[in-house]
């Protein structure tokens, strides 16, 4: 069935559902002052909403995913509940639990132990990369992911389960670390994003 509706889909709707979803995603940005709430970033590119509050994630998926999400809260009048964040804050506020690092980094707690091996060997590698954003040298580490210089990366982490593994052979094989580069989080939307609009015109 999930076949048939697609082969139904003519480009023209395709290209007309893109348009609707970025004058729709805009529109919201827009509404909610189209820049970070935490360090100013104003490229449209890398903007997410935030539940303040945080969980998210559960209702966007509520809500059938972002489409829906940003449907909701035109409808709802772009409640309060909600901020923009960049993807560096954005990830920076899940990884330091709760507060974007820029507002103050918190420190661990007595049971996490294994997430105290795990940001070692985090910097570890990070350290071996470079310890910045190879596009715009961003240093602060829980802004930093590691990217798969020629894409690829999803199919990779799909294929090794434990991220832990995939640190330990980019930490120990020299010609497998060769593959990656260190990122930030809004150079890599920005990369991913990229991809997409070149796979599409293909
Ligand atoms: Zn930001
Ligand atoms: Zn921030
Ligand atoms: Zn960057």
Redesign the pocket.
């Known amino acids: 069935m999930k076949t048939i509706c697609i082969m139904l889909k003519s480009p023209h709707k395709k290209i007309y559902d893109r348009q609707y979803r970025v004058k729709l995603r805009s529109t919201v940005l827009i509404a909610y002052g189209n820049k970070c709430t935490c360090c100013g970033e104003d490229c449209q590119g890398v903007l997410q909403m935030d539940h303040v509050d945080g969980g998210g994630r559960t209702h966007v998926s509520s809500l059938g995913g972002s489409k829906g999400f940003y449907k909701w809260l035109c409808k709802e009048n772009f409640p309060p509940a909600y901020k923009i964040l960049c993807a560096n804050c954005n990830l920076g506020k899940f990884r330091n639990r709760g507060q974007c690092p820029h507002q103050g980094v918190n420190p661990f707690n007595g049971n996490e132990g294994h997430r105290r091996y795990r940001v070692k060997l985090r910097d570890a590698v990070f350290n071996l990369l470079g310890a910045a954003?190879s596009?715009?040298?961003?240093s602060n580490v829980l802004?930093l992911t590691i990217d798969h210089i020629n894409g690829r990366g999803n199919v990779e982490r799909k294929s090794i389960k434990d991220n832990d593994q995939i640190y330990i052979k980019i930490r120990d094989d020299e010609s497998y670390r060769e593959g990656f580069q260190l990122?930030?989080m809004?150079?890599?939307v920005l990369k991913y994003r990229q991809e997409l609009s070149s796979e599409k015109t293909l």
């Open positions: 954003c596009m715009c040298s961003e802004f990122m930030c809004n150079c890599n």
